[in-house]
């Protein structure tokens, strides 16, 4: 059973900075991609960013594009999302998840909640 726990998420104004971190309980080189979603009250999760376990981003969004930055550390485990100039939509539960060969996502983290607000 793979275990991702997720950290960072807080309180934040308008054009600052927070860095999310995913750490997988395995090796990520178990993992074909990973990836960061967020949810909003009422709303479907949306994946934003992924990126294969060789380090290569796969996908982002074009909400995050330009912001955001998803890279991954082998020797922690962990997969992290840097989210440069936040602004008031970017408020989310931020979950990571992983892609062991299947057509869907296998394995989520609890989330971490962003909020952003003067």
């Known amino acids: 059973q793979v275990q991702l726990v997720e950290s960072g998420g807080g309180l934040v104004q308008p054009g600052g900075s927070l860095r999310l971190s995913c750490k997988a309980s395995?090796?990520?080189?178990?993992?074909?991609?990973m990836a960061w979603s967020r949810q909003t009250p009422g709303k479907e999760r949306d994946v934003i960013a992924q990126?294969?376990?060789?380090?290569?981003?796969?996908y982002w969004d074009s909400s995050v594009k330009g912001r955001f930055t998803i890279s991954r550390d082998i020797t922690k485990n962990t997969i992290y999302l840097q989210m440069n100039s936040l602004k008031p939509e970017d408020t989310a539960v931020y979950y990571c998840?992983?892609?062991?060969?299947?057509?869907?996502?296998?394995?989520w983290g609890q989330g971490t909640q962003v909020t952003v607000s003067s």
């Open positions: 998840a992983v892609l062991t060969g299947g057509d869907s996502w296998d394995y």
């Open positions: 990126i294969t376990s060789g380090g290569t981003p796969a």
């Open positions: 395995v090796s990520i080189f178990n993992f074909d991609e």
